[in-house]
């Protein structure tokens, strides 16, 4: 009895270890489609990436996948505490193509997000610019409810032109009424002062990076495509499943219902 037990425990065992290889070999497929492997050409690349690069393919710089898996578990690791202890993290992104990607994500979480032009001062100075926001969101309240009937229709026009202009500014950061927890950014090396505002007041960073990028200063580094939307569209992708499965019981519940 106690023989055929253990015969039992080695074949599961066996079964979870095949199933934790396959899921494996199922990631490195996944991201391989998407191109998450391809940096840049090698005359771009920053000497500190070089550890990340596996080698060269048509004068193209090849990441070396496990690495990314690596450094990528890494960060979804701390990504999860985050969501359990209900934080705020602020994607940013910017660049065309990449930025629909960073909104989508960030408002699927309810989070804030940079995906038009990074203000400066949005981390070092947060509290001039929440005081923007709140303009913002009193402005915008105002026309929702008709308060604009007031004025002429000459200060309407000019009303309307100045909102247009805030919304984009601020309408991604609108939920950001503190200091986020986190950064996610998509190519430290393109938004250098989001990443520069976040070391200087000690917020962890979470970076998707090429290999141009300096991950010098980056707590959660993740060698990787930054550049194609497909590459970066399976990472984010990934983070906001996980993010989702780590968030606290009763808020699942609450969307559930919803």
Known sequence: MEENNLLVQEEQKKSEAEIKTNEGFTKFEEMFKAGVHYGYSKTKRNPKMSPYIYGIKNNTEIFDLEKTEEYFAMALGFLKEIAVEKKQILFVGTKTGINDIIKKAAEDLNMPYVAGRWLGGTLTNFKVIRGRVNEYEKLKNDIETGNLQRYTKKERVKISKDFVKMEKNFKGISLLVSLPAALIIIDPKEEDTAAREAKRLKIPVVAIMSSDCDPTGIEYPVPANDAAVKSVEYLINRIVKEYK????????????KN
């Open 245 to 256: 499965t780590e968030k606290p019981i009763e808020e699942s519940l609450d969307e559930n």
